[in-house]
């Protein structure tokens, strides 16, 4: 039995967001609007500076209450009266899920993530364990991959903060078609390397049993490392990918089960498919890959 091996690494970084704002504003219907029933029409594109990203949503939103802030990083609204602030997008297995808190003057405290609506703000990881726990219709408000918000955040004085009027919402029969929309999705993105062209050294060619991959998914869940295969009779190819994607863990033999389509060719290549979180803010590294294969 031999084995083979390609050493390398490999990663891609995701490009920042350069617009001064990536809420969307059409027309039929509005992408750009929340409502609450006490103080009406919320408008995230006023101040042209609401930016949603893979770590949060910034900026200010416009409504009868007056300014609601995002976060407290926005230059002027800091302040000891209310502390360190933001509206948080999560990370890891939880891309588009909002949590965090956002501020006004008049109405105080909104919480993205209401499982504690009537507290000062805590950390994410409360919001996200008390979401993954809570059967009820509102568990605060998400991001689709097509950037439509769902859901509502929470206000103590006027209630609930509706971002789209599809969501079914029991007794709420809402008269106006709105939705809050961002060019920001959370999508994943894929980056694809084939190896150099591997000889088994047997003329009457060898079948490839596994492959097994070191490094890390450097916390990207779900973000994923696989692999293709092409053989060939000659070192020349010709060079066809199969359609099968093999993927597991680090240190841990992949096992190449189409052993009939890989069987008997002395050439062969793979491909390595390396696969983002859906928010695109971090990519698996992957440092070596070896092959073993049997005549």
């Known amino acids: 039995m031999a084995a083979g091996g390609f050493f ?18 059409l027309m039929s219907p509005s992408t750009s609007w929340g409502w609450n029933s006490v103080i009406g029409w919320i408008n995230f594109n006023t101040y042209n500076d609401v930016t949603v990203s893979a770590n949060n949503m910034v900026g200010f939103a416009s409504s009868s209450a007056g300014p609601i802030s995002l976060d407290c990083g926005t230059p002027g609204i800091c302040s000891s009266q209310n502390g360190n602030y933001t509206v948080q997008n999560a990370s890891g297995t ?19 993530f209401w499982g504690n609506a009537s507290s000062s703000p805590v950390s994410s990881s409360t919001f996200n364990y008390a979401c993954k726990h809570y059967s009820g219709p509102y568990c605060g408000v998400s991001i689709d991959s097509y950037g439509n918000f769902n859901g509502a955040a929470w206000n103590d004085l006027v209630g609930w903060i509706f971002f789209n009027h599809t969501d079914p919402y029991g007794g709420w029969n809402f008269t106006s078609n709105f939705e809050a929309q961002t060019t920001w999705a959370p999508v994943a993105e894929t980056g694809v390397l084939d190896s150099a062209t591997f000889d ?3 003329p009457s060619g060898t079948e490839l049993n596994s492959i097994m991959w070191q490094g890390s998914l450097n916390g990207c869940l779900p973000g994923s490392v696989g692999f293709k295969f092409a053989v060939a009779t000659s070192s020349a190819g010709p060079w066809n990918f199969g359609s099968t994607v093999y993927s597991g863990n680090p240190n841990t033999p992949i096992s190449i089960s189409n052993y009939t389509a890989y069987s008997g060719y002395r050439y062969f290549r793979y491909e390595t498919i390396l696969t983002t979180n859906a928010s695109q803010s971090c990519t698996p590294i992957v440092g070596s890959i070896s092959v073993d294969w049997s005549p």
Not at 17 to 24: G, L, S
Not at 94 to 112: P, Q
């Open 8 to 25: 390398f690494a490999f990663c891609f970084s995701p490009a920042p967001v350069m617009a001064a704002t990536n809420m969307t504003n």
């Open 94 to 112: 939880a891309e588009g899920n909002l949590s965090g808190w956002a501020w006004n003057d008049k109405i105080g405290w909104i919480t993205f």
């Open 200 to 202: 088994t050294g047997s």
